[in-house]
């Protein structure tokens, strides 16, 4: 006995729709403003523990950052990273560069 096929739509492409229908959301929109691209510096570590405590390492020790990552993400760049030491996460963080050009 054949089998049956079941791909009957397989080759039939959907039309455009026309008309009728409500007009473009685009238009309703405000335009969109232009954002100035941020340059970052050179990025540095820092460790957050378990009660959000951030460390940064300095003179080859480990000590406390005064900012925490929920700050740092608000005007600068962060990136997770993949590797724990100690139980506490890894955080690449690149401050954004201030150009004076007056």
């Known amino acids: 006995m054949?089998?049956?096929k079941h791909h009957h739509n397989q080759n039939k492409r959907q039309k455009p729709r026309t008309g009728g229908g409500p007009a473009p959301l685009r238009a309703a929109l405000p335009p969109l403003e232009k954002r100035i691209p941020v340059v970052y510096g050179r990025p540095f570590?820092?460790?957050e523990d378990s009660q959000k405590g951030t460390f940064v390492y300095t003179g080859g020790q480990w000590?406390?950052?005064d900012r925490s990552i929920a700050e740092c993400r608000?005007?600068?760049q962060v990136?997770?990273?993949s590797q724990k030491i100690n139980g506490m996460t890894r955080y690449e963080v690149a401050l954004p560069v201030t150009a004076d050009t007056e």
């Open 63 to 65: 000590i406390p950052h």
């Open 2 to 4: 054949g089998q049956r």
């Open 74 to 76: 608000l005007d600068c």
């Open 79 to 81: 990136k997770a990273l």
């Open 45 to 47: 570590i820092i460790l």
